[in-house]
């Protein structure tokens, strides 16, 4: 079998999955069929709007599935007459065993960390939260639960202590399209050794889960070290973004800021309650943490465009007994 006759079937949804798919197709792999989220509706006007991945799909001519039920009867006979020898996933939903299972040469999945750390829905944002060095993407078959499979391939990237969300997502989004290419590569050659993950850890409570982030997630707890609020930061930036409220009793305000940037100062003594405010009201934007102060210097204000702190400072003023909450 050679890359045109090895029929494979790509799921995909977002921006990070396109790398993916547009990797198969320029090195010459017979991608038969494109499975991505129905279209949905957004923007001003609420018009429906093709998933990326079924933007590059139908740039490329790929036939493309959108089904609402991954059980439906009229999917699944879709699939069966596709008639595909291997499937491809990234960045999808939960697929039922009917569909993962059904392809000869089996079902794999890209996740990006080092499984058997980070399962879950969101490790980019969970590793830069905790505080990782490292992180990287994984090629594993898919079984019953997810994130669990054998593991067929890894790489590795260190995480600089400037990145965020946004910058390591970019980064294993390239990196993963080739780890796809080469898990292809080497199933097309018949040469995977795939690893059971529980061979990679002794108990459960080594690990380290990336759940599904929520709103209350994403709030500023002042009362937590500067590197702590720091790393949530950019662990959250620029999507969904941490938050905090500004509360000014001379103005009556309260107001919910997101938070995109910052700086720690560590080990920096005061006598502050958290979440109290230290400026010039020109050019800094110190808040009190446990442990120094966290420098602010990109900032979003309701209902305003993301600014760096000198802008905000220059039209927006508040009492010194404003706070961060």
């Known amino acids: 079998m050679d890359k045109k006759s090895l029929r494979i079937l790509f799921m995909g949804t977002p921006e990070f999955a396109v790398e993916s798919l547009k990797a198969l197709v320029e090195n010459g792999y017979n991608v038969v069929g494109v499975v991505t989220m129905p279209d949905k509706p957004a923007g001003r006007g609420y018009k429906l709007q093709p998933s990326p991945v079924k933007q590059y799909a139908s740039q490329r001519g790929l036939p493309v ?90 790489e590795k990237t260190t995480i600089d202590d400037r990145d965020n969300a946004g910058t390591l997502h970019d980064r294993l989004m390239i990196m993963g399209s080739q780890l796809v290419l080469k898990t292809v590569d080497a199933i097309l050659k018949g040469d995977v050794q795939s690893v059971p993950q529980d061979k990679l850890f002794r108990d459960l409570s080594e690990l380290k889960n990336a759940p599904k982030i929520f709103k209350e997630d994403c709030q500023i707890d002042w009362n937590k070290p500067a590197r702590e609020i720091y790393n949530l930061i950019r662990g959250l930036s620029p999507y969904p973004a941490a938050w905090t409220e500004l509360f000014s009793a001379n103005q009556g305000e309260k107001l919910r ?69």
């Open 257 to 325: 800021f997101k938070l995109f940037a910052g700086e720690p100062i560590e080990n920096s003594i005061h006598d502050l309650q958290p979440g109290s405010i230290e400026t010039d009201h020109k050019t800094y934007l110190d808040v009190a943490t446990k442990d120094g102060f966290l420098r602010i210097t990109v900032l979003q204000m309701p209902g305003k465009k993301r600014m760096n702190t000198i802008d905000f400072l220059n039209g927006y003023h508040f009492g010194k007994e404003a706070r961060f909450g």
């Open 65 to 154: 599935l959108q089904p609402e039920k991954l059980k439906d009867e009229g999917f699944l006979n879709e699939l069966k007459q596709l008639d595909v020898d291997l499937q491809v996933v990234v960045a999808f939903r939960m697929l039922p065993e009917v569909v993962w299972a059904m392809p000869p040469k089996g079902t794999f999945n890209l996740h990006s960390s080092l499984l058997p750390q980070y399962r879950g829905a969101a490790p980019i944002n969970w590793a830069i939260i905790n505080g990782e060095k490292e992180t990287g993407v994984t090629s594993f078959f898919l079984s019953h639960e997810i994130d669990t499979g054998k593991i067929i391939f890894q």
